[in-house]
């Protein structure tokens, strides 16, 4: 990690003195800012494969987002992320490392002739904003969607383990988009995107991306998201690629009630038809979604805790998260998380229990039976600066 910081500061600090927007007295300006973190997770199901995913009929499952390994030490994710920001344009470099980063970029990894070795798979962001005026900007390059509550980054999450709507929507898009900020108060963003999570598009389909968002009040904040894309890569269980639907609508909400006392809600409601960048899906429309309610307090100006509550249904078998038999599930998880802050707020600690509670069986035990739920508890230390 030293030796990269080190590197890419040389670099940047070298283009540094040269950077000045060319077209404004005022000279650009480098920030250079990241993150690593650090956890231990127990399951007290005690599964005989040391895993928090569950089964799905075919094997291991997604119930977990990126915080997979149960029993052990492990590391998430190593940031390091370069900044440029002048009058007429922004540049946002945005390199991740570790088992978060692989599973987060994982449709990066396309290189020589589709197979795993790409150095692409460490671009978590890579994109250009230019601001034609103050109300009016362009973004082109890969980016974070604009999609949930929750981001990959974890000192920007209460919560360290990710919702299960995250783990079912979009993680990044490629393309460009375009934001007009009708006030500070309201702004309507429209783009057009390659597909879903993949630096190369599978199909000759491209997506659609808006959002708008809007603060009625100071300290409540709105944000309507969509997309509407076809991330079908060929013809499968009878569906043609071309008659393929992938949608999906999102409510983000959070309102700083008082200055210790904070509230969020996100609810999502997708749709699917035919394959899933050649995954396989259904041959006739179908849909998930789901509700996440957010809370936490600040006890001090150091220590806070915060509970997340999520119901979320794929029963009719549109995404990946199903029971043990493959078959499509709901799930309902209930996450407490403590917040720490440490060493001047470079250093976060978050203490964790998490319970999960499918409806049919989906987690193994120690002894190999199946059991509806698991419960884990562990902590993650973050640093960042």
Do not use: C
Not at 47 to 71: C, E, H
Not at 192 to 204: G, I, S
Not at 205 to 213: P, R, S, T, V
Not at 222 to 231: A, D, F, M, P, R
Request: charged share 15%; hydrophobic share 35%; proline share 2%.
């Amino acid at each position: 990690m030293k030796k990269t910081i080190l590197l890419l500061s040389s670099l940047f600090a070298g283009f540094g003195a040269f950077a000045q927007d060319s077209t404004s007295t005022t000279p650009g300006k480098f920030t250079f800012s990241g993150y690593m973190d650090t956890y231990y997770l127990g399951n007290f199901n005690n599964p005989k494969s040391q895993s928090n995913l569950g089964l799905n009929g075919s094997g291991v499952g997604n119930a977990r987002a990126f915080d997979q390994k149960a029993g052990q030490f492990g590391i998430g994710l190593i940031q390091a992320k370069a900044t440029y920001t002048a009058d007429k344009v922004d540049a946002v470099m945005d390199l991740t490392f570790g088992t978060f980063a692989d599973l987060g970029n994982y449709g990066n990894n396309v290189g020589l002739l589709g197979t795993p070795g790409s150095t692409a798979l460490a671009i978590k962001q890579a994109y250009i904003v230019f601001k034609a005026t103050p109300k009016l900007s362009f973004t082109a390059g890969q980016f974070g969607t604009h999609i949930g509550y929750e981001v990959i980054d974890a000192p920007v999450n209460y919560n360290y383990s990710l919702s299960n709507l995250f783990n079912n929507g979009p993680f990044y898009h490629i393309g460009l988009k375009a934001q007009y900020a009708f006030s500070d108060r309201a702004y309507l963003m429209l783009g057009v995107v390659n597909n879903v999570d993949n630096l190369v598009d599978n199909n000759k389909k491209k997506g659609l991306i808006g959002q708008f968002f809007f603060s009625p009040v100071s300290g409540w904040n709105v944000y309507l998201n969509g997309i509407i894309s076809n991330e079908a890569s060929k013809d499968v269980d009878g569906v043609k690629a071309d008659d393929a639907s992938y949608s999906l609508f999102d409510l983000t909400t959070t309102y700083q009630i008082t200055s210790k006392f904070y509230l969020g809600l996100n609810a999502a409601t997708g749709s699917q038809k035919g394959d899933y960048q050649g995954v396989g899906g259904p041959s006739t429309s179908k849909s998930w979604g789901g509700v996440a309610v957010y809370t936490n307090y600040a006890f001090t100006d150091k220590f806070g805790l915060g509970l997340r509550y999520e119901t979320f249904d794929n029963k009719n078998g549109a995404r990946a998260l199903t029971d043990a038999a493959g078959n499509g599930a709901s799930v309902n998880s209930i996450t407490i998380t403590g917040n720490i802050t440490a060493a001047d707020g470079h250093v976060l600690l978050k203490p964790e229990l998490r319970l999960d509670s499918y409806s049919a069986n989906k987690f193994e035990k120690n002894d190999g039976s199946l059991t509806k739920s698991q419960t884990t508890l562990g902590m993650a230390a973050i640093f960042k600066f």
